[in-house]
């Protein structure tokens, strides 16, 4: 017997969406803070930007994935919005008679 949650068809779309957009932000982000950061050292980066915030090298590491992330996140939403059709004009497309 598997306890398995069904949920309703418009929250597994919304979730299905959220994942089509945060899971290739996350691995292109990843990719991003790797080229980043192989050429810029992020101490070098915080004594250049903030001199005087405590910001240890991990950190700068972990924030710089973070930013990358909700560029890429955001640019998928971007996309996510723009391709979506809007609200007055949605209608199958299969249909022929709804033309």
């Known amino acids: 017997m598997t306890n398995v949650t ?8 919304r979730i299905r969406v ?9 691995l292109v ?8 950061f192989a050429n810029i050292d992020p101490a070098t980066l ?10 240890s090298r991990e950190a700068g590491y972990a924030i710089g994935f973070f930013m990358f992330w909700i560029i890429c996140a955001a ?10 059709p809007a609200a007055g004009r949605r209608r199958d497309r299969r249909d022929p008679d709804t033309r």
């Open 18 to 26: 959220w994942g089509a957009i945060l899971w290739p932000a996350f």
């Open 46 to 55: 915080r004594a250049q930007t903030l001199p005087h915030a405590p910001i």
């Open 75 to 84: 640019s998928g939403a971007l996309t996510y919005v723009l391709l979506s």
């Open 29 to 36: 982000a990843g990719v991003a803070t790797t080229v980043f």
């Open 6 to 13: 069904e949920y309703p068809p418009a929250t597994r779309d």
